[in-house]
């Protein structure tokens, strides 16, 4: 049997990158899902590419209303909803010194709001589900929200508060006896859009990309594939047990 059949998730960021890749692998595993994103053309792309199992929502992260309309547009098309992978997300370079109010707050919204706000419906929308049909909640943070780095003050703090909100999702589900879990995933670097400028740079006389990978006992980066197969794992019944944890794929970086 597929290992989600049935289930109705919502992928944030699911236009691009680990986000892509788990909209593709939910439905590949019999789940249906919503490309929520603000890739209006690339998230109908792959919606399109993906068939009758997969809706296209526009969907800005930080602003309830969008929220409030994607679950909405989610049940009425699919009838219910199972799961919430919250992907979406942005870094921004410089040490606490350099990094701007403004730039540390829109990252703050984007990662750390908008999966407070992706949570928060989340639990709503499937609070009531029969407990044959559970939820999940999937919250993507990152190894910086295990450890420090000198140069992602914005970042870290993000994710690392999206890893104590996990916690607390979770714990509030079980004491109010909701048939939902929520955990946190923690990639460390992965080959996606997102750091692409990144591995153009010259960073220690090396290229942005070796020394990123030098970062990694295992010596590369991450496949947005190897995140999303976590990802599914969570959404699937076969983590049942599982909630308020970390998940970490980081090729041995916090080792």
């Known amino acids: 049997m ?3 059949d049935g289930k109705v998730v919502i992928v944030t960021g699911g236009a691009s990158g680990i986000g892509a890749e788990s909209a593709r692998l939910i439905v590949r595993e019999g789940g249906k899902v919503v490309i929520a994103d603000l890739n209006e053309a690339a ?13 296209f929502c526009r969907l800005d992260t930080t602003v309830e209303s969008d929220w409030q309309a994607c679950v909405a547009a989610t049940v009425k098309r699919f009838g ?7 992907a979406a997300g942005v870094g921004v370079g410089g040490d606490v010194e350099e990094v701007s109010l403004e730039e540390f707050r829109r990252v703050y919204r984007i990662n750390g709001l908008g999966v407070f706000l992706g949570c928060k419906h989340g639990v709503l929308a499937m609070k009531g589900n029969p407990a ?5 909640i999937v919250n993507i943070s990152s190894v910086l929200g295990l450890r420090g780095m000198a140069r992602a003050p914005a970042y870290a703090a993000s994710k690392g508060a999206v890893r104590l909100l996990s916690k607390n ?8 006896g909701y048939p939902i ?3 946190s995933v923690h990639p460390g670097w992965i080959d996606t859009p997102m750091i692409a400028p990144r591995l153009a740079m010259t960073i220690d006389n090396m290229s942005g990309r070796q020394y990123l990978e030098s970062l990694h006992p295992m010596g590369r980066l991450g496949r947005p594939e190897e995140i999303a197969r976590l990802i599914l794992f969570l959404i699937s019944d076969e983590s049942s047990f599982s909630t308020g944890a970390e998940f970490v794929a980081d090729g041995g970086v916090t080792a």
Request: hydrophobic share 40%; aromatic share 0%; net charge neutral.
């Open 2 to 4: 597929p290992r989600v």
């Open 43 to 55: 998230g109908t792309a792959l919606a399109a590419a993906l068939g009758d199992s997969a809706l």
């Open 80 to 86: 219910g909803l199972h799961g919430v992978v919250n």
């Open 132 to 136: 044959d049909q559970p939820g999940s």
């Open 169 to 176: 999702v979770a714990i509030h589900c079980g004491t109010m």
């Open 181 to 183: 879990r929520c955990n």
